[in-house]
Each structure stands twice: as structure tokens, then as C-alpha cells.
């Protein structure tokens, strides 16, 4: 087991606490400026080695259990922070009259904290430019050290000075605040609504809106922050969005790269790392992040996490610096899960939820194992749960589907399908992705099953119609899978793979000029997919239709640069025009090399026999 680093007591446990208005009906959320300015704030005391600060999510839903409706307040503030373990709050009003800005710290003992809190500090200035915000907020943080006796090192200074003056843009940091009110809440909505806010700021929302501030490390770092824990709210379910682990990696290897003076950088990679298991990037990540910052909490459980079943010392090492940490019991859960330990698994589950009630992980952890178990009216009594707290859980409604339709009750099925469809587009299409997956690894029963329960919450999904064709014809059921397709064809009349799997059937039917027109169809209604063209170009060489085909390889070659276009070209050039096949093969190398090199048996066959006709 490796060895867990030693447990340095914080020599102070701080709850920020951005302040929250009184209910107005709907969720409670943080008022956006404070959020922001409480978020820079966090993080500059966390670059300080001996401060920890508080989980802001679980700070969010201890602030709420104590304030109730009427929001934060100096009291409910103080409450909070007793409830996360913390030595002190500090409440964070932002508030602007006119181009007045003045933000407020207003330290709060915990309930039953002896001593004195330190006095309130406050930054106030007029925005005569928009970019004076900055100052401002660089005024409020170094108030805020002082006001609490805190002395940097020049290392730990000039961390904190990064983190005061994140952005040049004015509007790019009124995103980041937009999105800091929705990260705490920790619910798979919370983070979906972070992620949109969050790519307009680093990516953009296509050619008509080019990103805001892509140099926006602590945006980047967010974005990979709220991509993989939504991801990994979906893997408790049996569901895996690849689009969103990417987008959780690619964004904080980004943040590194723009800022690896900061923790904060290499935490989101940890987090990043070790929640699409990428596990060599998060265990370098998190060393990476303690060597700048000993102590960090955060840092330690992600640490934990990637070492697996023997990460419990680091993540215990967390708890011990963090409390507050919802996370680290949920990750203690899944560890006692693994080891068959189920009443230490839900004792941790139900601390997890004590610190964050809204985020359904631990229940549908608990769901999860159920459901394995096969215990599966204690699964669907488990997701109920997680309805009752959130009903809008479009991943909740999709597994009580699944269960309802293992046990036969196609009604309740149906009507929960509809309800996660409607809540959540990504059900669907994730589901379709796991029926995908399965039919790919030869599990054709399995594959059948998703696709039709898929088609119980809407019978006109052409995807699914689409992939039970597939699977027929994999069967050998080819006038079984012509139906499926031409069923599909009917709903949607341009969907360019149903054409195809038509152009399958009728090929096995020995109607090989039907299955060339159906291929043909597809390129018309579908001229830039790349593997409809390599499709048609083969068709067009069982055809004897030599320059056709040609130029059906050239377009998937163009379009994709696909390894099995330069191929099948070198190979039918080889045939028909020597002198040209030269060129084909070396395209077919550089593709290969280009993927990383021969990804089966087949690519090394191909790979020698390109050698052997270049020699």
C-alpha cells in the first residue's frame, strides 16, 4: 500500500461564504458577483500553506439548512461554518450602486466559538472602467489578509496575485461568477448550466461567437472541474458521456499550460485524470499539486482516488485536513463497496449526503450496487429517493426504467423513459451510445435490449430503429433488418446509415445495383461523411467501376484521411494504373503513423504489404 502522506493540521479551517438573497421563489442560489468575488477569495487563502478552506458545496448546503429561506446572514453564516468543522466564516458581499462597487468580508465565529471574531473589511472603489473591478477585488483580498492575520510567503503572495487578476476581460469574469453560482449545488443540472456559461468563456459558441478569454486558466480549470464530476454522475448510472471526459481533460492539460505556477491547475487535472481514469496524469497531477502547496486537501483525494484500492490513507488524509469534503466519503463508499463492505458503504453515503444533499452521487452509488446485487426492488426504492430530492434527475428517471423493464412492468418503464427523455436529451443518446458499445463487443442481446427500451420511451427514435436493422443483419436476418431500415427511412428520410444498412441488405440479397443506388443515396443526403464514401467506393469496385470508385476514396481520404481509403485506392491502383499506386500507399503509412501506429492485426498485415510494394 503506498504510503500516505503525513496529516498537517491546518492551522486555521476557513468557510467562505458568498452571500445568498432571500428566496424568491426557485432555488436559492449565491448572488453572482459575491460568487465570484468569494471564489477568488477562497482560492487566494488556499495558496496560503496551514489554511484549508471549506468545500464550497458543502458550505452552499450548510448556509441553506441554516439560513432557510431568508438566505445567508451573519448567524446563518456562523451556523455553517460549525457544521463543516471550520474555525471561522467568512461571509462575501458584492454589492453595486451605481458605478459604485463595495465588497464587504464579515467574519463570523462559529455558533459555538469562543473568542473574538475579527473585525469586518471592505474594498470600495468607482468603476469609472469596467477593468476597475480588478483593483477592486485585489483591494478586498489583501484587506482580507490583513484582517485576518495572514502573512504570505513572496511564493504564496505571488500565487494569490494571479488569482486576484484572473482575466483581462470584464465580461469573461461575470461568466466565471455566473458559473460559480451553479458549481456548489453539485447536481448534474448545476454543472450542465456551469459547462455552457463556461465554454463561452474558453471555446466560444461557434464562428459567430469566438471565445471570450481563452488565457482564462481559472475558467479552463472550472470547465474540467464541472465536466468530469457530471461525467461521473453518469457513470453511477451505467452511462458514459466521452464528448464531456474529454472536454474534463483537455480543458485543465489547457489550465496547466497557462498557469502551472497555480495548485489550482493541476488539481483540475487530478480531478480530470482520475475520474476518466486516466490515472498517470492524475497521480503526476496531484504530486505535481502538493509539491507547490503541501497540505492541500483537495490535492490529497484526488490523489487517493487514482490510487484505487489503495488511495483510503490519502483520501482519510483529506477528510482529516477537509471535513467538509463530501467527495472524499463518496469515495470511501465506492471503496467499501468494492470490498463487499455494504454498512460501511452506506454509513459513508449518508455522511456524503449530510454535506450535499442535492448531489444524488452516494444514492445512485447505492443504486448502482443494488441494481448489481440484484436487489432490485431496493433499487428502484433508492432512485425514488433521489426523485424526491431532485425531480428533474433525467439519469434517475432513465434507471428507473431500466429496472422496471428488467422486471417486466413496461408501463412504468415507458412512462419513466418519457420523463428522462424529456428532462434530459443526453438519456437517450447515451443510452444509444452504451447500445452502440455493446453490439461493437459482440453483446448482441444486451445491444438489443437498450435499443429497445430506448424505442419504449419513443418508438420514432431513428438511431435505434436504425441499430436493431444492424443487428438483424448481424444475425442474418436480412428481411427482418430491411424492415427496421425502412421503417427508420420513414420517420427520417435522409438519414444517410439507414440508407447503408439497406445497401447491406440488398447486397446479401444478391440485388447488387439496388444496393449500389442505396449507397449512392446515402452520399446524396450525406455527401461529407467520410465512411459513407468509402462505403459507396467499395460498391462502386464490385461494380468494375474503377474511376467512380477512385473518386469515392479521394472524397473519404479528404474528408476523414480514413487509413482503409488510401488502402482499398492503393490496392485497386495497383490494378489498374501502377505508376499512381505509389502515392496511395504512402498515404496509407503516414495514415497509420498518424493514429499512433497499427491498431490490430489486420493494420499490421496492411502495413507490410504497403512496405512490400514500395520496395
Not at 456559461?197 to 464541472?226: K, M, N, Q, T, Y
Not at 483540475?268 to 498517470?280: E, H, M, P, Q, Y
Not at 433499487?379 to 425531480?391: F, G, P, S, W
Request: hydrophobic share 45%.
Amino acid at each position: 500500500m503506498p504510503r500516505a502522506h503525513a496529516v498537517e493540521k491546518p492551522a486555521m479551517r476557513i468557510a467562505v461564504v458568498p452571500a445568498i438573497p432571500a428566496a424568491a421563489g426557485g432555488v436559492l442560489l449565491p448572488d453572482r458577483l459575491s460568487a465570484g468575488v468569494a471564489d477568488l477569495f477562497a482560492r487566494s487563502l488556499s495558496q496560503i500553506r496551514g489554511v484549508t478552506v471549506s468545500s464550497s458545496s458543502a458550505v452552499y448546503h450548510a448556509v441553506l439548512a441554516a439560513g432557510g429561506s431568508g438566505g445567508s446572514t451573519p448567524v446563518a453564516a456562523g451556523l455553517a461554518a460549525r457544521r463543516v468543522q471550520a474555525d471561522l466564516a467568512v461571509l462575501v458581499e458584492a454589492k453595486a450602486d451605481g458605478a459604485v462597487l463595495k465588497i464587504t468580508g464579515t467574519p463570523v465565529l462559529p455558533e459555538s466559538g469562543r473568542g473574538k471574531a475579527p473585525a469586518p473589511f471592505t474594498s470600495q472603489g468607482t468603476r469609472a472602467l469596467e477593468t476597475d473591478l480588478f483593483s477592486i477585488q485585489a483591494g478586498f483580498i489583501k484587506a482580507g489578509l490583513e484582517a485576518l492575520g495572514l502573512k504570505p510567503t513572496p511564493q504564496e503572495q505571488a500565487r494569490i496575485d494571479l488569482v486576484a487578476r484572473p482575466t483581462v476581460s470584464p465580461e469573461a469574469f461575470q461568466l466565471y461568477c455566473e458559473a460559480r453560482q451553479h458549481l456548489p449545488i453539485a447536481s448534474v443540472e448545476a454543472y450542465d448550466r456551469a459547462i455552457k456559461v463556461l465554454r463561452l468563456i474558453v471555446v466560444g459558441d461557434g464562428p459567430s461567437r469566438p471565445p471570450v478569454d481563452p488565457e482564462f486558466a481559472l475558467a479552463h480549470a472550472a470547465l474540467a472541474e464541472a465536466a468530469a464530476l457530471g461525467s461521473m454522475q453518469q457513470w453511477l448510472v451505467g452511462l458514459r458521456d466521452q464528448r464531456l471526459m474529454a472536454l474534463a481533460l483537455s480543458s485543465a492539460e489547457t489550465a496547466v499550460k497557462l498557469r502551472p505556477e497555480l495548485p489550482d491547475s493541476h488539481r483540475a487535472l487530478a480531478l480530470a485524470g482520475a475520474l476518466v481514469k486516466r490515472i498517470s496524469v492524475a497521480l503526476s497531477a496531484a504530486r505535481k499539486a502538493l509539491e507547490i502547496h503541501p497540505g492541500d486537501p483537495q490535492s490529497h483525494l484526488w490523489l487517493g482516488v487514482a490510487n484505487g484500492g489503495d488511495g483510503a490513507r490519502e483520501i482519510e488524509t483529506a477528510l482529516a485536513l477537509d471535513p467538509s469534503l463530501g467527495l472524499g466519503h463518496l469515495f470511501l463508499a465506492v471503496l467499501a463497496a468494492a470490498e463487499g463492505d455494504q454498512k460501511r458503504m452506506l454509513a459513508q453515503c449518508e455522511r456524503a449526503l449530510e454535506l450535499s444533499p442535492v448531489d444524488a452521487s452516494p444514492l445512485l452509488l447505492i443504486g448502482m450496487m443494488q441494481t448489481g446485487e440484484g436487489k432490485i426492488d431496493e433499487a428502484i426504492a433508492t432512485y425514488q429517493r433521489v426523485l424526491k430530492i431532485n425531480r428533474h434527475a433525467g439519469l434517475a428517471h432513465g434507471a428507473l426504467a431500466r429496472l422496471y423493464f428488467r422486471k417486466g412492468q413496461t408501463g412504468l418503464a415507458q412512462d419513466a423513459l418519457r420523463q428522462a427523455f424529456a428532462l434530459d436529451y443526453r438519456v437517450a443518446e447515451l443510452m444509444r451510445e452504451q447500445a452502440a458499445a455493446y453490439q461493437q463487443a459482440g453483446k448482441l442481446e444486451e445491444a438489443e435490449k437498450e435499443y429497445r427500451l430506448i424505442l419504449l420511451g419513443d418508438d420514432k427514435d431513428t438511431p435505434s430503429l436504425r441499430g436493431l436493422g444492424m443487428l438483424a443483419l448481424e444475425r442474418g436476418k436480412v428481411d427482418e433488418a430491411e424492415k427496421l431500415l425502412r421503417r427508420a427511412l420513414q420517420i427520417s428520410p435522409k438519414d444517410a446509415w439507414s440508407f447503408v444498412g439497406l445497401s447491406r441488405c440488398h447486397y446479401r440479397q444478391g440485388k447488387r445495383d439496388e444496393a449500389l443506388q442505396d449507397l449512392r443515396r446515402a452520399a446524396e443526403v450525406q455527401p461529407d461523411d467520410g465512411f459513407v464514401q468509402l462505403e459507396l467506393g467499395q460498391a462502386y469496385e464490385q461494380h468494375n467501376r474503377t474511376r467512380e470508385a477512385l473518386e469515392a476514396y479521394d472524397k473519404a481520404i479528404r474528408l476523414l484521411r480514413l487509413p482503409d481509403a488510401y488502402f482499398r485506392k492503393a490496392q485497386l491502383l495497383a490494378k489498374s494504373d501502377p505508376a499512381r499506386a505509389r502515392d496511395a500507399w504512402k498515404g496509407f503509412l503516414e495514415a497509420i503513423e498518424a493514429m499512433g501506429g497499427p491498431a490490430s492485426e489486420s493494420d499490421r498485415v496492411r502495413v507490410e504489404m504497403a512496405k512490400r510494394a514500395l520496395q
